[in-house]
């Protein structure tokens, strides 16, 4: 019953480098997003997919990307690193159920914790 | 663009009080709102989720009402306990159910024993 797995928990980059954040899920969302939380703030959505092959810009998405192929993975890739992207990343799920289902609910992963020196 | 306001940023109670934490939004075109709690350090898990639809949802001490016309949704929470700190958001979900949740700041929770 893994639900959504990020990886890695943790990770110290240097200004410039380059990374991928993992994000899986096993529960056959077609929705999953990326969201990004700095301190004492709430989630700031990057980018997201409704479905494989299908991703779209989100609030901030500047120095970001992403892709789909396939329905359980939905990897954040950092091209350039840079201070500013210092931050816990999220990456979340759900299914796009009618308005009267539950499964609208989103389920979240653990976090990835990134800090650009 | 959509705005997502929760006030205040930060409560304290003493353990056993029923509480109310407020949740505003700017565009009353939803598709539906979401109630999430945060503890240190973790992911976030979703608590109750309301319709546009619907005025209100129930689980166990927690309640959860919303008002589109005015933009305000609340989370009641009864008979507080120590295990209920931490930091409660909500968000908003745009009219066409494209998946895109707006926050907002998330009110920090702290029950005294």
């Known amino acids: 019953n893994a639900g959504v797995t990020q990886t890695p928990k943790f990770r110290i980059l240097k200004i410039g480098q380059s990374m991928t954040l993992q994000c899986t899920q096993d529960?056959?969302?077609?929705?999953m997003y990326w969201y990004r939380q700095d301190p004492g703030m709430g989630l700031k959505l990057i980018y997201y997919?409704?479905?494989?092959?299908?991703?779209d810009k989100g609030e901030v998405p500047n120095g970001y990307n992403v892709s789909r192929s396939t329905t359980e993975d939905f990897p954040l890739r950092l091209e350039l690193a840079a201070p500013s992207q210092t931050s816990v990343y999220f990456c979340a799920s759900s299914s796009p159920a009618g308005p009267s289902s539950g499964a609208n609910v989103l389920t979240f992963g653990a976090g990835s914790r990134l800090t650009v020196l | 663009k959509q705005e997502v306001t929760q006030i205040p940023a930060a409560l304290s109670v003493p353990e056993g009080e029923n509480l109310v934490l407020n949740c505003s939004f700017t565009d009353s075109a939803i598709y539906n709102l979401q109630w999430f709690r945060q503890d240190p350090g973790k992911g976030l898990t979703s608590l109750l989720l309301i319709q546009s639809s619907q005025r209100e949802q129930t689980s166990g001490r927690l309640n959860a009402s919303l008002d589109k016309s005015s933009g305000r949704s609340t989370l009641y929470i009864a008979a507080s306990q120590p295990g209920d700190s931490a930091t409660y958001l909500c968000a908003v979900r745009g009219s066409s159910n494209t998946g895109k949740l707006i926050f907002g700041q998330g009110t920090t929770l702290q029950v005294k024993p």
């Open positions: 997919s409704v479905g494989a092959g299908i991703t």
């Open positions: 529960m056959n969302h077609n929705y």
